[in-house]
């Protein structure tokens, strides 16, 4: 890495806190919309740093405030865990059965911690509002901050934010203007019918043919294309149900979901009304209910915040060919109502892909985040002395 011109030096004390604070996150998580303990835990070290905390966001969300100035940047990590029982592990496995930080939120966690041990030492010269951000991974929490009237007092005039990317090598910085990861949409598809005796199926209604003509014909709406192309558009069936496991019975009833993904919100606007239509069209004898889960917008960079990422990651290695990725992000509704960027940096070539039972954060990428984040402070409080 090159010399940094950031006007903040990471300890090792402070590194090694936040490692500490990282295993403790670890052996603790929580999952989507059930982050007590964890906003508990964060929004007690960032007082103890000396922030202004808000808690409640959203739910579960905490905002660390760092520094005044006009303007406000905001810096997001992500609070929750997965409902995925984490595999052997490490010595600070997880303690709680069937859940566990295997997104690496612990580590984005930790990296902000370090950001904020940094400003406690020294304040920045623009606002700085550190976002712990819940149920990221239901596609829940950012519209819930955003729509939470206590956001108003943070008014980020910028937002930033990272995850980090196995596969890659540690480190290496993947990072563009334009879209970085897709919108998806889940459906939940139910069929009523009527049971019978399996004896009978002609005295009831199974909605099992319907099932099975739906799954390959909406299948059939994905185009292979590649990611980037914007008519991307991807139609996975995840779950499907016919009745109950039973030889009497003739089923009366048939459960669908399935996951739209799209490159950008338009396009899923457009695929999501013609799932519909073949739904409704193909299984109009059964009465289908369709509900909408996990709703994520389309994460696309805005050139301003993809700049200001890009002056903080000079002279670090790169990840190419890495974005625009399929899986989607949250934080892509800030996206949406400010202006904001994402990065994306190398957890290594030998990590386990995210949401992997054996996935670890690696914790040599703390001090990596948390450079790339303090350079990203000076840079957006340079240019607010410059009034530009
Ligand atoms: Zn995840
Ligand atoms: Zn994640």
Not at 39 to 48: H, I, N, S, Y
Request: hydrophobic content about 45%; aromatic content about 4%.
């Amino acid at each position: 890495m090159t010399p940094l011109s950031n006007a903040w030096t990471l300890t090792p004390d402070m590194l090694s806190e936040a490692v500490a604070l990282r295993h403790e996150l670890h052996r603790f998580p929580e999952v989507s919309g059930a982050e007590h303990e964890t906003a508990k835990r964060m929004a007690a070290r960032m007082r103890a740093l000396g922030a202004e905390v808000i808690e409640g966001l959203g739910g579960m969300g905490i905002a660390a405030l760092f520094g005044a100035g006009p303007k406000t940047l905001m810096i997001r990590a992500e609070l929750d865990a997965l409902p995925i029982l984490e595999a052997t592990g490490p010595d600070y496995r997880s303690e709680h059965e069937g859940v566990g930080h295997l997104c690496g939120h612990d580590g984005h966690m930790a990296t902000l911690f370090a950001v904020a041990s940094a400003l406690s030492q020294r304040a920045p010269e623009c606002r700085v509002a550190l976002l712990f951000q819940p149920a990221e991974e239901i596609g829940a929490g950012a519209r819930l901050v955003l729509a939470d009237p206590a956001f108003d007092a943070i008014r980020p005039d910028l937002a930033i934010s990272l995850h980090n990317l196995p596969k890659r090598p540690l480190g290496a910085v993947a990072l563009k203007e334009g879209p970085v990861a897709c919108a998806s949409r889940g459906l939940r598809i139910r069929l009523t019918g009527q049971t019978s005796h399996a004896a009978r199926p002609e005295n009831g209604r199974s909605p099992g043919l319907t099932l099975a003509q739906l799954i390959p014909a909406l299948g059939a709406l994905s185009r292979d294309l590649p990611t980037e192309d914007p008519g991307f558009r991807l139609c996975t069936v995840t779950h499907a149900r016919l009745g109950v496991p039973s030889f009497g019975i003739s089923p009366g009833e048939a459960e669908l979901q399935i996951t739209l993904r799209t490159l950008f919100n338009s396009e899923m606007a457009a695929l999501e009304a013609e799932a519909r239509a073949l739904i409704e069209t193909t299984a109009a004898g059964f009465a289908p209910e369709i509900t909408l889960h996990d709703a994520f917008s389309h994460s696309v960079n805005a050139p301003e915040a993809t700049a200001l990422l890009e002056r903080a990651c000079t002279g670090l290695p790169r990840a190419e060919g890495a974005i625009p990725m399929r899986p989607s992000e949250d934080f892509g509704l800030f996206g949406t109502k400010i202006p904001a960027a994402m990065l994306f940096l190398g957890s290594g070539e030998d990590q386990p892909e995210l949401h992997n039972p054996d996935f670890d954060f690696p914790d040599g990428l703390i001090p990596v985040g948390a450079e790339i984040f303090l350079r990203a402070i000076q840079a957006f409080a340079s240019d607010g002395r410059q009034g530009t």
